[in-house]
């Protein structure tokens, strides 16, 4: 009888985890299709950063649906992700750092990075650099921190434009 037990709760835990894995997991081949996407974005993001002479963290992220609940997301490091002090005045920036709060601003408001729909909230930079693209069914974010800001949102545009064709 204990032995009737025990296969009979293995067998239940086995239905669990199934369930879990297959309700919580995405469609086959989502995740390839992100990551495939993402290193096509991030290798367009370097590209335009090296031919504009700027180095920084480019990074980019998708989420399903029209506000945000999760999202799947990449960074590449292009040359450096930080700015070291130049004296003993300046703190240095973390460019890796504005880079993701740029993308959690456009997160919230659905707007490019520094749109100045709202006042800036603590953790966000409220800096331009990032673009949000409306997907087939959700938002692609695109973000780069490390030059001029016309030159972030140049970085930006150039990782969304390739997102776009898959999401």
Known sequence: MLSVMKITLRAAVLCLFALFFFVSCPAEGQGAKF????????????????????????LVAYFEGDSIQ????????????????????????????????????????L?????????????????????????KKGYIVAAFSGGKSEDDVKVSRAGAEAMQTAF
């Open 35 to 58: 990551d495939a996407t993402a290193d096509t974005a991030l290798a367009a993001m370097r590209h335009k950063a090296e031919e504009l002479g700027i180095q920084g963290a480019a």
């Open 70 to 109: 999760a999202w799947s997301s990449k960074m590449v490091v292009v040359g450096s992700m930080r700015k070291d002090p130049k004296d003993a005045t300046d703190t240095g920036s973390n460019l890796l750092a504005i880079a993701y709060a740029k993308a959690c601003e456009m997160a919230d408001t």
């Open 111 to 135: 707007k490019d990075s520094g749109s100045k729909v709202r006042p800036v909230m603590k953790g966000e930079v409220g800096w331009q650099g990032g673009v949000i693209v409306r997907g």
